[in-house]
């Protein structure tokens, strides 16, 4: 490793360190996002109503599911006696409404079979509205803090300063609506407004509530009393069915860096160092040495210069001299490959050759007796080269 890039690489750990060190330090903002999620510990998170509400709905058991009210339920009905197999309270609580309809139309009829459905949204759909026949309006009448309380239950001064809205019913059908809960405002709290009713459907019922804010960890934690009478306006013998995200329900976050991005600062230092990383491989991608010039290797001219040296015999027409050098070559080959003396091109050279190659013994005796017969010669013809050369390739030695 060089100097340079150990001093780079020194450079981004110091820096890496020193962000993570003033990070720390300094006071960490408080994050009022309105998630309404189970396992977030922000403000508007509902991470202690989770953790609490079996206590609260004791002896009744609480089940969370994450699929659609829709598939939930459906999965329970029984088509034979047009009944549901079980029964009890659908719980949701979310500071928007985001059911669809079909799985409206399925707590609408699972209401109709003798249970309850508890919603406490800042709106509901325009199906409710006409079903259970009433409206909202969503007026900003107030401006800081409102004083909520419900009916029927311990009289307590409940003030509500952050993530309140402007949500609040302003029809009624008195003749079958049952008021629960009211929201005060204004000087001295004189002025009031609906924001907790009950509305019997079929044979159950649904309870709708415009303040979900009440669930929060943050007035979880400062007054845990109005959640506790609005849950007591519940039926309190029946299961609690809660409906929270399918995410959480799942538990399908399990990265390995979900901790370190569920921490903004150690979040910020991981993509710093992931993105030092890609600059650093980007900046050393480059060459370190001087480009490697191209050397052609040396041409083979073998096969040229043979052809050369073949045309100037073929041009002098010495066929006797291009006959000796052939023979030459032929009986240089035999003794450096197979060992065989070739002094005498006898008989006996005849049958050692044929049992060191396993070539034809008549095409050796061929051969060799044109050779022989070529080397008493004084004179050659083109013919004889022929049919020398014709020879030696049959045998292919």
């Known amino acids: 490793m060089s100097k340079k890039l150990k001093i780079f690489i020194g450079i981004l750990f110091f820096l890496w360190i020193a962000i993570i060190a003033i990070d720390a330090s300094r006071p960490k903002p408080v994050d009022w996002t309105e998630t309404y999620k189970i396992k977030d510990k922000k403000p508007f998170g509902l991470y202690i109503f989770d953790n609490e509400c079996d206590t609260y709905f004791n002896p009744q058991s609480v089940t969370r599911f994450g699929k659609s009210p829709y598939e939930f339920l459906d999965a329970k009905y029984r088509y034979k006696d047009s009944s549901y197999s079980v029964s009890g309270t659908v719980l949701y609580i979310d500071n928007k409404f985001d059911i669809d309809d079909e799985s409206l139309k399925e707590l609408m009829y699972f209401a109709s079979h003798g249970n309850s459905i508890f919603l406490s949204s800042f709106d509901f759909p325009k199906i409710l509205h006409d079903s259970l026949h009433f409206k909202i309006s969503y ?4 401006s800081d803090t409102l004083q909520l309380e419900v009916q029927n239950a ?72 109005y959640a506790e009478s609005i849950l007591n306006n519940i039926p309190q013998k029946d299961p ?63 096969v ?22 052939k023979i030459k070559y032929l009986l ?15 008989d006996s050279f005849i049958k050692r050759l044929h049992q060191k190659t396993s070539k034809n013994i008549d095409d050796i005796a061929k051969l060799v007796h044109h050779i022989n017969q070529l080397r008493r010669q004084t004179q050659a013809t083109e013919a004889d080269i022929i049919k020398l050369n014709e020879l030696i390739e049959k045998l292919n030695l």
């Open 139 to 142: 007026g900003n009448i107030f």
């Open 154 to 225: 311990k009289k307590e001064k409940n003030y509500f300063d952050k993530g309140t809205n402007n949500s609040y019913f302003i029809e009624i059908d008195s003749a079958r609506t049952t008021v629960l809960g009211k929201q005060k405002y204004g000087k001295n709290f004189k002025n009031e407004q609906t924001n907790f009713i009950k509305v019997p459907f079929g044979e159950g019922a649904f309870y709708l509530h415009t303040q979900p804010e009440a669930f929060t960890n943050y007035y979880m934690l400062k007054n845990q009393s």
């Open 240 to 302: 609690i069915f809660w409906k929270v995200d399918r995410y959480e329900s799942e538990n399908l976050d399990q990265s390995p860096l979900r901790f370190i991005f569920s921490e903004p600062s150690l979040k910020w230092a991981w993509l710093f160092a992931l993105l030092s990383m890609i600059f650093f491989m980007i900046f050393n991608a480059k060459r370190r040495q001087r480009v490697v010039p191209v050397i052609e290797p040396l041409k083979n001219t073998t």
């Open 304 to 325: 040229e210069f043979t052809k050369t040296i073949g045309n100037l015999y073929y041009q002098e027409k010495n066929h006797l001299d291009i006959i000796e050098k």
């Open 332 to 346: 240089e080959k035999i003794r450096n490959e197979y060992y065989i003396d070739t002094f005498n091109l006898d």
